[in-house]
């Protein structure tokens, strides 16, 4: 009597496994390079120290991104693509644990401060870097829309919930004010070019009446 097939594990095709070990030997990279970029700014972007620091070989990091300028793009995108990440689960929370107006505004307030805080500063250079650069390569360009469109529509499902929920204004299309709170935040990069910029709370103010702005009358 033949004994009973057993059922093989399912396993992933290896084109499928190679894959994922070269995306895993990626985000190693990238992030460690994030790290030393928040530390010490690019200077300290080394990749012979890097490929030590990670175990990825010196020649691998190479054929991934090329060279050192390759990889720190790589990691100020991966920046970029961390900045609003905060800022929408703030907002996030703030719907889903909200009781009443006074406490929605209170989070409200608290997000404008975060937002205005100087440390962000680098992040939206980063972020002018990385647009500007994008205009003359494609491929850039390609992973920012997508990065943006992305921001925008979760931003826009965000709003349509306070929407929902009677707290921003119902008569206001939810991508238009995704777009205009994104340019809020975002538009400030422009201190970083003022010989005397406001204060973070002067800053705050003006962010908390724009996003107040929209609530429900």
């Known amino acids: 009597m033949s004994s009973p097939e057993r059922p093989m594990p ?119 870097s990385v647009i500007s650069s994008s205009l003359n390569n494609p491929e850039l360009r390609a992973a920012l829309t997508e990065l943006e469109s992305g921001v925008m529509v979760e931003l826009a499902a965000l709003v349509a919930k306070a929407q929902e929920l009677g707290i921003a204004d119902p008569t206001l299309d939810s991508k238009a004010v995704a777009v205009f709170l994104e340019a809020l935040s975002y538009g400030i990069v422009l201190m970083e070019f003022m010989e005397d910029p406001p204060t973070q709370d002067a800053v705050a103010e003006l962010l908390f009446r724009g996003f107040t702005a929209l609530l429900a009358k």
Do not use: C, W
């Open 10 to 128: 399912a396993r992933p095709p290896r084109q499928r496994a190679e894959q994922q070990r070269a995306l895993d030997t990626i985000n190693v990279v990238i992030l460690a390079t994030v790290k030393r970029l928040e530390d010490g700014g690019e200077a300290a972007v080394n990749i012979k120290d890097l490929s030590a620091e990670t175990g990825v070989s010196y020649g691998a990091i190479y054929h991934h991104f090329k060279d050192r300028d390759g990889l720190i793009r790589a990691a100020q995108f991966e920046r970029l693509r961390q900045q609003p990440g905060g800022d929408l689960v703030a907002l996030g929370a703030a719907l889903d644990t909200q009781s009443d107006l006074v406490d929605f505004v209170l989070a409200i307030r608290a997000i404008a401060m975060s937002i205005a805080d100087p440390q962000r500063a680098k992040v939206r250079l980063v972020r002018s």
